[in-house]
């Protein structure tokens, strides 16, 4: 694999010219994502304009794809969309002043890590609870009564859940998990 284009870029320059970036990242590049229950087929892309306003550096971020999560009702992956875009001004610290119309993203101009930028868009984008729409066929609760017991498949699906819940913080997944368990 070649080396991706670099994710520190400085901000500051790239602003002066009005630079416009295009990144594509997927999940092996977006940690946090991954910490918040992100599944590999975790996809976006980014378009990022670079400005300034009064003499600061902005950005404006547009990310599109496609987040791949565990479905909160039948525990198995659903694709949830990313479309979020913001209009960024990049702050050394939290307690600066915005301008209105901005939000502030904390980084270092000359410094700047786009993965990062993009990253918390994401994270923005993402569901406080994933499932899949309504009606999909095969989204079915897992509960205790409804999971039949099929011993052949158990030792799989044991390792599977355990895979789920190193990738997902979510508390009532644990909880789900656990009942499974118990059987
Ligand atoms: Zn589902």
């Known amino acids: 694999m070649s080396p991706g284009p670099a994710d520190q870029?400085?901000?500051?320059?790239?602003?002066?010219?009005?630079?416009?970036?295009?990144?594509?990242?997927?999940?092996a590049q977006l940690d946090r994502v991954r910490e918040a229950g992100g599944l590999p087929g975790t996809r976006v892309d980014a378009q990022l304009r670079f400005g300034l306003f009064e003499g600061r550096t902005?950005?404006?971020?547009?990310?599109?794809?496609?987040?791949?999560?565990?479905?909160?009702?039948?525990?198995?992956?659903?694709?949830?969309?990313?479309?979020?875009?913001?209009?960024l001004i990049v702050v050394r610290d939290e307690d600066e002043e915005v301008p209105g119309g901005f939000e502030p993203f904390v980084g270092t101009p000359e410094q700047l890590s786009l993965s990062a930028l993009i990253e918390e868009q994401v994270l923005l984008a993402l569901p406080l609870v994933p499932m899949h729409e309504p009606g999909t066929p095969g989204c079915l609760p897992t509960g205790a009564e409804t999971v039949p017991l099929v011993?052949?498949?158990?030792?799989?699906?044991?390792?599977?859940?355990?895979?789920?819940?190193?990738q997902t913080p979510f508390a009532n997944l644990r909880e789900l998990l656990g009942k499974q368990d118990e059987h």
């Open 58 to 87: 902005t950005v404006d971020v547009a990310v599109t794809g496609v987040a791949t999560l565990v479905c909160q009702r039948c525990l198995q992956t659903c694709d949830s969309e990313v479309d979020e875009s913001a209009q």
């Open 151 to 166: 011993p052949k498949s158990a030792s799989t699906h044991a390792a599977r859940a355990t895979d789920v819940e190193k």
């Open 9 to 27: 870029v400085n901000a500051k320059e790239l602003s002066a010219r009005a630079a416009v970036l295009e990144r594509r990242l997927e999940l």
